[in-house]
């Protein structure tokens, strides 16, 4: 798969950490920034991320921030996007499995890179189970174009 990755100020340490767990997992990664420390605003990377993914240059996307609430409100605003804020390997496996999550959110102030890293792996392979969440995700995406 290909992986858009961004993160602001906050997160930027973690995506650099992240960005090496996802090549070894064997997904290709496509960096939307930022570059550094200094301080950035976060609406400007979820949406980067989020067009890559429902333009189809990425198959998935990861945004990290203090928190991952920020981005996930942000990124979420773009039409066909998922975002989810992912904690631990079983809101991980769920926002896949029942959600169809396309961007996974995480807060590298409140969770360490390592449980970031293992929840990712997880969400990376659980598949969408489809069935009577698919109606669910559908009326999602009929809340999208009613706004």
């Not at 029942?98 to 409140?110: L, P, Y």
Request: proline fraction near 2%; charge should be positive.
């Amino acid at each position: 798969m290909k992986i858009a990755i961004g993160a602001d100020h906050a997160g930027f340490a973690a995506k650099e950490e992240i960005k090496t767990v996802i090549k070894a997992l064997g997904h290709a990664v496509i960096d939307q920034g930022t570059t550094g420390e200094a301080s950035v605003d976060y609406p400007d990377f979820a949406e980067k991320v989020a067009r890559a993914v429902v333009s189809g240059e990425a198959d998935r996307g990861v945004l990290l921030c203090g928190t991952g609430i920020g981005m996930s409100i942000a990124a979420n605003k773009v039409l066909g996007i998922r975002a989810a804020v992912i904690g631990d390997e079983k809101t991980a496996a769920l926002s896949r499995q029942h959600n169809d999550a396309n961007i996974f959110c995480a807060g590298s102030r409140v969770t360490p890179v390592v449980k970031i890293a293992e929840s990712l792996k997880v969400w990376l392979e659980t598949p969408f189970e489809g069935g009577r969440h698919q109606n669910r995700v559908g009326k999602i995406s009929a809340i999208e174009k009613n706004r």
